[in-house]
């Protein structure tokens, strides 16, 4: 049995995590693991100071009403989680969040969280150390494959990404491929999909308004296959690397292999 680990937190907008979810389940048979990540951070005694006086939040009733108020977040995810037909008991753990992720990963298939504006500290760490295919959900729930594009530059990343799927999901036969202001002269990831008699169509994006037409093509698709960031990804952030930048902007759900 295939097994899909979704990874809620906190902020998590769980509707689009679930709805994926149950697509992987009933198109691909998908056994789904919900886990709840209780980030112990958040909970670390944090002094502060108030007029010379140390403060300490994690003691007050402040501290109690959040404890709460995430309990209630859990119950409402595990109510939505059995509303949509999904027989499983979510998983709520606490510690540090990639500590926990690799354990569950290790006898998963496939790991699925939100993308967010801006990645946060879990994802990240994910993203450097990943060891399993992972796909970060956009602004909508994937309902369908019928739109799946590549972005890429024909490096070894995307390869790697590229090789990933088609051993997933080897019914997908239909990609568009998308670069940006980077025409590839001997595309050899279109080759190798050729070769696996994939239908591929390509567009590559130029001029001064290229990146809003790239970005308005991509966020038509249902998922967007990529290569991973860099390993630092703070240097991307500060010199705006392509793939960076398609990550945080764009709309669209991604996979990663």
Known sequence: MKKV???????????????????????FGYEIVPLYIKDIRREEIIPATMDG???????????EEANS????????????????????????????????IKEYMKTTDLLILEKRLTLSDTALMILKNHFKPIIMIGE?????????????????????SMFSF????????YFSM???????????????????????KYENFDGDIAKDRYLQEVNKLDLLIMGNLN??????????????????KSKVSIFIG
Not at 6 to 11: D, H, P, R, T, Y
Not at 53 to 63: C, H, R
Not at 140 to 160: L, P, Q, V, Y
Request: no cysteine.
């Open 5 to 27: 680990l979704v990874i809620f937190e906190e902020e998590s907008k769980k509707n689009i995590l679930i709805d994926s979810a149950l697509f992987f389940k009933d198109k």
């Open 69 to 100: 108020l995430e309990e209630m977040k859990m119950k409402k995810i595990q109510e939505k989680i059995k509303d949509k037909g999904i027989d499983s008991t979510l998983n709520v753990e606490s510690g540090f969040p990639w500590d926990i």
């Open 231 to 248: 390993s630092n990804y703070f240097v991307e952030k500060i010199i705006g690397k392509k793939g960076l930048s398609i990550m945080e």
């Open 140 to 160: 909508k729930a994937i309902t369908s494959f019928d739109k799946i594009g590549i972005s890429s530059d024909d490096g070894t990343k995307i390869h790697k």
């Open 53 to 63: 006086m140390i403060l300490n939040f994690n003691n007050d009733p402040f501290s």
């Open 178 to 200: 998308f670069t940006l202001r980077y025409k590839i002269e001997k595309n050899l990831l279109m080759k190798y999909l050729e070769d696996k008699e994939k239908k591929i």
């Open 166 to 173: 088609i051993n997933i999901f080897p019914e997908i036969n």
